[in-house]
């Protein structure tokens, strides 16, 4: 299926050949591109300085390979990693310690850690490393892993095994981390001898950042990290099969260029494929006046304040962007994947539009929708290429169809359609908080400039409604997946990569209870990591549901104090209990001054903002539904 063009694995071991062999499956991917110099620096991303490496060893001297590792790490620019210690990772650690280039932030679980990496990598444009122990240190990584795949995240996670005589032998420990991680990964690979540990980190990093980016996983047997050995040093990775497709030809161009002469309703859709062709997007809009809507992983890469600017479609979407999407005669979707989250009905989603269809994944390309046009290709530079086009049409003077009445059509269901707060004569009579007011206001007190990373429910989407994004790489959210408890940890990755940044984790109590302990490490790495949760006692997501669908019968979604002893648990002394200051609010009249006390505190602080558990996150497109199914309306108490 095409499916399986996204995975990359090795199918044998040949320990007599081990440190020459780099074949990989015969139908392996060729959709990647490299993450740009540019969007970095956009983004505001502090990079190492980038000198000729200099190592600790002389040429010819013997080192373990732990160390061969850690230095194979240095020489691909890491300075920084995401591990936790155990008995088959010991010697990783201890090199380490021997490693003054690298810093190691030490969560306190295994999933922290990686979605702490993933926080780093998402934010910053860089490869995210994690590294954990055998068995349940390797097993704890696993729903990051599979995270990083949904959302192309590029990360290298490195796990220590059992020593390599104990392997299938149910040693402590031990689990097949290889064989679990099979189809959640871009590439893994258990490493067999000494010899083979420099090319592999090589082969890891590059699969990892190039085209299409995602995890890859490494397993080194214990034994191996003991061994002695002089490695070395590849220059370029060894993958034989392993290919990057061209950028789009002017021929793949001139036919979008032409589509877009010719359409007089026209819409971009736009997803976290495209982050990184941020300036090219808009030049795009300068010059033809499109209107653009973002996928949940593309926020930020059009200006959301823009008055272009659709917000996001989808189930939570504007009503307008979604209109604009079901009445086109055109969608341009660059580096989407038409997830069902944003399709809904696939046979109803712009069923009016001819389909363009701009990814660096093959296996994407008609895989839920059929695109009329279709190129594969990484989105930068078809874009800067389709520009190029765009510009000479117009030094020749050649004419488009008019797009004025579409965009006023447009701008009529944003009139009619835009996002409702709940209205103010509904607030309690103590003037309690409604989330999507508290969420405006930190925008507006922060001017729209923090890195936002949040959890998954009610709270994510409201964030996403509620906080626009002007620049790419401030929004860091768990988008395929779905995985409660990302929040604080991945906030914790942005903040070691960007220092100058404010980054806030907007969460729910639900979400943040899952990683609670990373408070820990915000305080003892010294990461001013802000938490604001929007606590509703509840699993919002899932009540909302319940209330739409289920007759508002509860099936185990409150999670405070079974005999209403107040609000449970109190996350601000959980805070206190890790040295980290917190209050709670309940009224709308003192939120201002706990917001100016949380971003004027140095280092991590926590809020609990006390909100309805009855607020409803609108508009919705019920699962499986169309536009046509869209509700606004908020329920009746």
């Given amino acids: 299926g095409s499916s399986k063009k996204r995975f990359l694995h090795r199918t044998a071991f040949h320990k007599e050949n081990c440190c020459t062999d780099t074949r990989m499956e015969s139908e392996v991917p060729s959709e990647y591109h490299v993450i740009s110099d540019a969007s970095r620096a956009s983004a505001g991303v502090v990079e190492p300085k980038k000198a000729e490496f200099m190592s600790r060893y002389k040429p010819s001297e013997l080192r ?14 890491v300075d920084l990693v995401f591990a936790y210690p155990g008995g088959a990772s010991l010697e990783i650690h201890q090199a380490l310690t021997r490693a003054p280039r690298i810093r190691n932030i030490l969560c306190r679980h295994e999933q922290g ?14 490869v995210g490393v994690c590294i954990a122990t055998s068995g349940p ?36 420990q031990e689990t097949p981390i290889v064989e679990i991680t099979r189809s959640i990964t ?41 061994q002695m050995t002089i490695p070395q040093w590849p220059t370029l990775p060894n993958l034989e099969g392993y290919t990057v497709p061209p950028p789009a030809t002017r021929a793949d161009m001139e036919e979008v260029a032409l589509a877009i ?26 010059r033809t006046g499109i ?7 593309g926020l930020g890469t059009f200006p959301m304040t823009d008055a272009k600017s659709l917000h996001m479609l989808g189930m939570h979407g504007s009503v307008y962007a979604n209109y604009a999407v079901h009445h086109a005669d055109l969608l341009l979707a660059f580096g989407v994947r038409f997830d069902d989250r944003v399709t809904g009905k696939l046979e109803k989603f712009a069923q009016h539009a001819k389909i363009v269809h701009i990814d660096i994944d093959s296996a994407e390309i008609d895989k839920n929708k059929f695109a009329e046009v279709s190129v594969v290709s990484d989105v930068k530079p078809a874009v800067a290429l389709l520009n190029q086009i765009l510009a000479e049409d117009a030094a020749r003077g050649v004419a488009h169809a008019d797009k004025q009445a579409w965009c006023a059509e447009i701008e009529e269901q944003r009139r009619k359609h835009p996002y409702m707060y709940s209205n103010l004569s509904d607030l309690p009579a103590d003037g309690g908080i409604i989330p999507q007011h508290a969420l405006q206001l930190l925008w507006r007190m922060t001017r729209g400039e923090a890195v936002i990373t949040t959890g998954v429910g009610q709270h994510q989407m409201w964030a996403a409604q509620y906080y626009p994004f002007d620049q790419p790489r401030n929004w860091v959210t768990s988008g395929g997946l779905g995985s409660m408890g990302f929040g604080l940890p991945s906030a914790l990755g942005c903040a070691a990569a960007r220092p100058n940044a404010t980054v806030i984790d907007i969460d729910g109590d639900g979400s943040f209870l899952m990683n609670v302990q990373e408070l820990a490490t915000a305080w003892a790495e010294k990461l001013p990591v802000k938490s604001v949760i929007l606590n509703n006692q509840h699993l919002g997501m899932v009540v909302q549901w319940e209330d739409r669908f289920y007759s508002s019968n509860r099936g ?51 809020l609990d903002i006390i909100v309805p558990h009855q607020e409803h996150v609108l508009p919705m497109i019920p699962g499986g539904g169309s536009f046509d199914d869209t509700i606004t309306t908020p329920m009746r108490r």
């Avoid at 704890?140 to 020593?163: E, H, K, R, Y």
């Avoid at 971009?268 to 030049?283: M, N, P, T």
């Avoid at 209107?291 to 992983?297: F, K, R």
């Fill in 261 to 286: 002469r010719q359409s007089k309703k026209p819409i971009l859709y736009v997803g976290g494929g495209a982050l990184d062709a941020a300036d090219e997007i808009r030049e795009l809009v300068a």
């Fill in 64 to 77: 373990k390979g732990a160390d061969v590792l850690v230095e194979a790490l240095e020489r691909e620019g």
């Fill in 137 to 172: 240190g390797a097993t704890n990584l696993v729903t990051g892993i599979a995270d990083a795949l949904m959302d192309s995240v590029p990360l290298v996670c490195i796990t220590g095994q059992v020593p390599s005589h104990l392997i299938g032998k149910d040693a402590f």
């Fill in 556 to 606: 185990d979604t409150f999670i405070g104090d079974p005999t209403g002893q107040g609000i449970f648990p109190d996350f601000v002394e959980v805070a206190k209990g890790f040295r980290v200051p917190g209050e709670r609010v309940y009224k709308w009249a003192e939120l201002k001054g706990a917001y100016e006390r949380m971003l004027s505190t140095p280092g991590p602080y926590l």
């Fill in 186 to 226: 871009k590439h893994n690979h258990l490493v067999t001898c000494v010899e083979e540990i420099p090319q592999v980190i090589k082969n890891a990093f590059h699969i990892a950042r190039s085209g299409r980016p995602g995890p890859v996983l490494v397993d080194i047997p214990k034994d191996i990290q003991q």
């Fill in 113 to 126: 850690e990686i979605f702490a990496a993933e926080g780093y990598a998402k934010c910053s444009g860089r």
């Fill in 291 to 297: 209107p653009v809507a973002q996928t949940l992983m």
